[in-house]
């Protein structure tokens, strides 16, 4: 179901995947990475059955929301520079008026009210990085989980003969050096069929996943610990997953950061680059997310007996 959420700036794109039977109180909210939208959440290609991770889950009884950022696919692009405060704030209220539907019931008329709903939010890459500028300023979710994001600095995989910037040069050097960074190789895992590698590395007819507009602010997370200070104000449970192949040097630091978190999980994924989604193990990522959703709900639930 597709709907345009009015917002500050303007209105977010966002298609809710309806279960025909809710099984839990969790809702998975799902935010793409820079130079994609909300349809990478539900990639659909002739031949190439089983890659909808939004329709994985809702089949599995978790209602699932993707959402085109601010800036984004479908979502309104500004005119002016878009940074991370203003994409979180947009991103809060989308959320929470989706939330506020699903409980009251009036979401779909053939979905019935979920008055318990949870939010739960997810991101792969820079999505990763809004969810968790968003939960810090406006504690929108129950748990966040970021997939394939470094909250110690971005590294990305560069063309045979040449190297990753020295950390003591600079950031001239590592913006001076992203022409030697090989997307493929650090997005698609060798595995994954070279026609759908082909697609999504079409910089010139872009898939149907793909955005043609990224927020201005995406640049920075090329930065040492850009959101480093937000990480560190989560006070929510966090799962931070990456591929085998993925833009962090080293993911245990990067889970350091989150210094405020009760509860913190990791999963490393064999078999897969930074975009998951195309990984022939993209599996786990999908069903690990599920089993985090429930156990945030235990978590709460304990904890309110508990006084």
Known sequence: MDRRID??????????????SVTTDAVLFLFPGGGYGRHYFDLRVDGHP??????????????????????????????????????????????????????????????????????????????GHVVV?????HDTFAAVAALGSSFTQTRLAVRPGARQ?????????????????????????????PELVALDMDAEHLAPWRSATVPGCAVELMEPLAV???????????LLVYGEQDVTVEPLADLAVFRSAPDLSLLLVPRSAHMHNFAPTRHLVWARLESFAEQVLVRRRLLADAG
């Not at 917002?7 to 025909?20: F, I, K, N, S, W």
């Not at 878009?82 to 994409?87: D, H, K, P, R, Y």
């Open 165 to 193: 910037p020295f950390r003591g040069d600079g950031m001239a050097a590592v913006y001076a050096g992203m022409g030697d960074v090989d997307f493929t190789a650090s997005f698609h895992w060798p595995e994954e069929p």
């Open 228 to 238: 480093a200070r937000q990480a560190a104000a989560v006070r929510v449970p966090v």
């Open 50 to 127: 089983d890659h909808s991770q939004a329709r994985w889950h809702a089949e599995r009884g978790l209602l699932t929301v993707a959402v085109d950022h601010l800036g984004v696919g479908e979502s309104t692009v500004p005119e002016h520079p878009l940074g991370f405060a203003e994409v979180a704030a947009a991103g809060d209220s989308a959320v929470r008026a989706l939330v506020a539907e699903i409980r009251a019931g009036t979401l779909d008329a053939d979905l019935p009210a979920v008055p318990g709903a949870v939010a739960i939010g997810a991101g792969q890459s820079m999505g």
């Open 7 to 20: 917002v500050d700036g303007g209105r977010l794109a966002v298609t809710a995947y309806l279960p025909e």
């Open 133 to 137: 500028v968003t939960q810090a300023a």
